[in-house]
């Protein structure tokens, strides 16, 4: 039985689906808590692991109480009013008090029972199991979170009126995953989410008090975006408790990279952002703040570093994630301009590709709406940027630097990590990606390496080169041979394509290597193929050595190389997407440009598993084996 088990999270929907086998519960205002029970010892988990078993010595002798040997439950620690409601602020006096008698947990999920891992059973099964054991015990303080059968629109009525959070959705017939899911959806009542609280405002000239809280969220690359300001309302003894605490987080600058300004009437005090409230707000402004925020209480059991801004996900009639209409995230700028993902885009309408007459705003659209899938691949990884300010039958133009422009969402990265060179940029957010837009960027490139360790590549790719006349049944066969080679050797790989003509392979490795043993051992590889199919590969670069043969470029591997990021658009005719493919869908794999921006948007939201499933999780690294395997001196 593991020691620890991350929670699976909700997300925030618009609207409850229309159709398929969904559950609903009550959305509790509590904290969420992982219990594991075993032979006997129960441990408390928060939803960041932290252990406060000892903070609720009666919850903990409840949950002993169960007639298990072993078992995992999931639920949430509410405190309840007279009137049998959760009552979040009772919940945190009780904590400060040290008083915890009282706190309920009701309990929605079982994952392990009598050391059987029940996560991969649906969710109504391992309820029903669930149901049957907490019967057996009767204790009032582990009750069972029932669900409802009424419509879901009417349930979200209900906890508005008896206020209530909301509801939470579940697929009766999904098994449990952790991390954020859409197989658990939340409705609110309000919205409402956390912020981190970067500083606060007071009466200039006063020793003391607090006006309102600065709050803020992290940005994806790491920086914390101001997102407005509230009232806390806190009673004599709070507000002495945040003097206190806020003292020792004090510091001369602000933590928000677009701080606010202090005025004449007030003076701003700025804090580590390590502490955080929750806050309801009515929605955010057009300039990313929060309109009417009102304070509810600070966090103990969260961290700072998780807390980013809660975008709520369109969905369709049965559940799945819809693809964002063009107005969502997209307004009227000025001056004729459209402002995507916070970015001003101008010439929206000129045209990029003659070809299929895609306009600028177009390549801008995907770009926002492919973000969740395509930053992971970029996230601090140097980028080679192809510029086509006049559209691709222009001026193409490479560009590694800032060159004195300000791109909007872009980040340098430190100077002394690529010396004697103007700083690297990386694209860590959707902001990013509408600002390269917006300079007429079209292709992103990425290094072999992730900042800050720029010394030692995390990946090597082989670029397959086909010679143009050569059949497409070719390139498929090369693919194919050369992930046998890598499987023969003892390499996981992973296939896309390049949105050109041919296929990248992608082999992930630990960091241990450096960039000439990486670049050796890819070139032996390259060779080895070349020597073991002569007819078919070629290691040596130059067309009249590829003629009827594939040359395999192992010359992306240097430190300073790149090549075109998953989901990358290509300034070719057409405008083709470079697009991760599983192994298994190898031949039905048409051409190497086969996915637009539009098929490739239709695509992920389509997808039923990850085809590069596993990437993240692949642990390798050249050893002396391999190294022997293609021809290597030891």
Known sequence: ?????????????????????????????????????????????????????????????????????????????????????????ALQNAFDRRSTAEITMFAFDLLFLNGTDIREQPLQSRRNLLRNLLVQLDEPLLRFSEDFDEDPASLVASACKLKLEGIIGKRADAPYRSGR?????????????????????????????????????FEKDGSLRYAGSVQPYLKPRATAAFSEHAHGLAQPESAFYNPPTPDRDRELIWLRPEMVAEVAFLEWTPGGELRHA??????????ATAVTAEPVASIGPDGSRERPRASDGERPGPRNKVVVAGVSISNASRVIDDATGLKKIDVTRYYTEVAEWALPWLHNRPLTLVRAPDGIKGGLFFQKHADKMRIQGVSELPKELHPRHPPLLVANSAEALAGLAQMGVIELHSWNAVAPDLEHPDRVIFDLDPDPQLAWSAMLDAASLVKVVLDEVGLKSFVKTSGGKGFHIVVPLTRRQGWAETKEFSKAVAQHIARV????????????????????????????????????????PGMAVSMPIAWDELREVKRGDEWSMHGAIVRQRSLGADPWAGYWQTRQGVNAAMRRAVGMKP
């Open 533 to 572: 199919l002569p007819d078919r590969f070629s290691a040596v670069l130059g067309p009249k050595n590829r003629v009827g043969k594939i040359f395999i470029d192992y010359l992306r591997n240097s430190r300073g190389a790149s090549t075109v990021a998953p989901f990358s658009v290509r300034a070719r």
């Open 294 to 303: 009102t304070f509810r209480a600070f966090r103990e059991d969260k961290p």
């Open 1 to 89: 039985m593991p020691s620890l088990i991350e929670p699976q999270l909700a997300t925030l929907v618009n609207r409850p689906p229309a159709a398929g086998a969904w559950s609903y519960e009550i959305k509790f205002d509590g904290y969420r808590l992982m219990c594991r029970v075993n032979s006997g010892k129960v441990t408390i988990f928060t939803r960041n692991g932290h252990d406060w078993t000892d903070r609720m010595p009666k919850l903990r002798d409840a949950i002993a109480a169960l007639p298990v040997d072993t078992a995992w439950l999931d639920g949430e620690g509410v405190v309840l009013d007279a009137s049998g409601r959760p009552d979040f602020n």
């Open 181 to 217: 899911s859409p197989d658990w959806i939340k409705l609110k009542c309000n919205r409402s989410q956390e912020f981190v609280v970067g500083g606060f405002s007071r009466a200039r000239g006063a020793r003391g008090g607090v006006q309102k809280l600065l709050l803020g969220v």
